[in-house]
Nanobody, 122 residues
């Protein structure tokens, strides 16, 4: 079982930055790819970014390319999502997820955190 806990959400003005963290106590964290997803009110959960087990490969949804950076520190068993130049449309609950397979499909991720709220004011 892999338990994930997100932190770092909050309220920020448009143009500002936040860094989300996703921590786990799982011994095998380094064996898992990690993804970040978000869900705005009334919308389906959508893919944001993913990183493979060793951090070599990353992928982003088009709307965040050049603004968000996904990374991980396997020694600390923590993944990160650095979010810069935030826009009001980035407002959502952000979830981290883990799975042995690296990809962008929401339903392919087995383990999920509880989510952290990010609100961007205009």
């Amino acid at each position: 079982q892999v338990q994930l806990v997100e932190s770092g959400g909050g309220l920020v003005q448009a143009g500002g930055s936040l860094r989300l963290a996703c921590t786990t106590s799982a011994r095998t964290f380094s064996e898992y790819a990690m993804g970040w997803f978000r869900q705005a009110p009334g919308k389906e959960r959508e893919f944001v970014a993913a990183i493979n087990w060793n951090g070599v490969n990353t992928i982003y949804t088009n709307s965040v390319k050049g603004r968000f950076t996904i990374s991980r520190d396997n020694a600390r068993k923590t993944g990160y999502l650095q979010m810069n130049s935030l826009k009001p449309e980035d407002t959502a609950v952000y979830y981290c997820a883990a799975d042995r397979r690296y990809g962008t499909i929401t339903t392919s991720y087995v383990y999920w955190g509880q989510g952290t709220q990010v609100t961007v004011s205009s």
